[in-house]
């Protein structure tokens, strides 16, 4: 068989590979790493953050990011004592998820009363 | 979920010996009587001493528990936030009553994870690691709504690990892979097999999907109709 048709053949094949594996319901980005490297790698721990942030801030207007990963993103701005930015994300997921809503709608007004 | 780890997860040879034999089928009762909407996973009890197994087993929960369809608490707020309550050891957030936390964060059910086993033995050409992890899964009133253990065994296919480190392109999941290069794999696979759909009432493993999943009014349909038959015997 000529090369290039096989590896079109290949790269077709890979492609299918790519499509079937995100039939997901949510976007997770790089979630379960970035919890991995918060918590154990501490040289790529700022890295990872930045990443993060930038990930999650994609999905504002948009509703495909998983449950939860909004707030993650506000509790990792509240360690580096960021509250204005905390209350941000927060109230992102306040807003998508009724479910979030008991827990952060006291927790937004705990952080605004500090403010 | 990206290729890289679809890729990881078929990789890894995997022997999953289940403890239930036969299935009973009320198992899963009170789980379609509660059919909870949101799920909040607490911090993992780890028996071993490996720290990094325990936040590989928290850290891979929400994927497939989202997935499935719930919604899930997100786990490092959690965690944080128990810290704050006074709780700092999964230990005792185990043994607090779950009423008590269900009701801090307004949740309909607590998963509580148990690592019971978690051991890599180091040989020459190979790696294998036997892993025991227990679930647990109650209602915001205190009823056992799921529960099942799990053992597998995992040898990681080495002549694959070239081609695996070549797909990896990002520095931060090179960072991952680098320091712990099964224990994401390793207990996502696990995961798979304890939170898979039940296939119908006979089914010995997994729970229902939840409000979010499109298949959920199909299967408490299912459920309905499978008790209707039972009524009418």
Redesign the interface.
């Known amino acids: 068989m000529n090369k290039s048709l096989l590896l079109m053949l290949l790269s077709s094949l890979l492609l299918a590979?790519?499509a079937a594996?995100?039939k997901?319901?949510?976007d997770?980005g790089?979630?379960?790493?970035?919890?991995?490297?918060?918590?154990?790698?501490p040289e790529?721990k700022e890295?990872?953050l930045e990443?993060y942030f930038a990930f999650v801030r994609q999905y504002e207007d948009e509703s495909r990011l998983?449950?939860?990963?909004f707030?993650?993103a506000?509790?990792?701005l509240?360690?580096q004592g960021d509250v204005n930015g905390a209350i941000g994300f927060y109230k992102m997921?306040y807003e998508r998820?009724p479910?979030?809503r008991?827990?952060l709608g006291i927790?937004i007004e705990n952080l605004e009363a500090q403010l | 979920m990206k290729p890289v780890n679809l890729l990881a997860l078929v990789v890894l040879t995997l022997i999953v010996s289940g403890c239930a034999t036969t299935a009973d089928p009320n198992r899963l009762n009170a789980f379609h009587d509660a059919q909870p909407k949101s799920i909040l996973v607490v911090p993992p009890v780890n028996d071993v001493t490996d720290v990094q197994a325990t936040t590989s087993v928290l850290a891979t929960l929400p994927y497939f528990l989202g997935e499935k369809g719930f919604y899930v608490f997100p786990v490092n707020t959690v965690k944080t936030m128990l810290e704050f309550e006074g709780y700092y050891e999964p230990a005792e957030v185990h043994a607090a009553p779950p009423e008590q936390l269900a009701n801090l964060f307004k949740a309909d059910a607590v998963l509580y994870v148990t690592i019971h086993e978690w051991t890599s033995k180091y040989m020459l050409l190979a790696t294998t690691t036997q892993v025991d992890f227990g679930y647990k899964l109650v209602s915001a009133d205190g009823a056992t709504l799921w529960e099942d253990r799990l053992q597998a065994q995992y040898s990681p296919n080495n002549n694959s690990s070239g081609g695996l480190i070549g797909l990896i392109v990002d520095a931060v999941e090179a960072a991952v892979e680098r320091a712990n290069p099964t224990y994401i794999p390793l207990t996502k696979t696990v995961h798979a097999q304890a939170l898979v759909t039940p296939a119908g009432v006979g089914s010995h493993r997994g729970i229902p999907v939840g409000p979010y999943h499109p298949g959920y009014s199909t299967y408490y349909g299912q459920v309905a109709q499978a008790s209707g038959e039972v009524k009418n015997d």
Do not use: D, I, K, R
């Open positions: 590979g790519c594996g995100n997901t319901l949510y997770w790089q979630y379960e790493q970035t919890l991995f490297v918060v918590y154990h790698e790529y890295q990872a990443n998983a449950p939860g990963l707030a993650e506000g509790t990792f509240l360690e997921e998820w479910e979030s008991p827990m927790l």
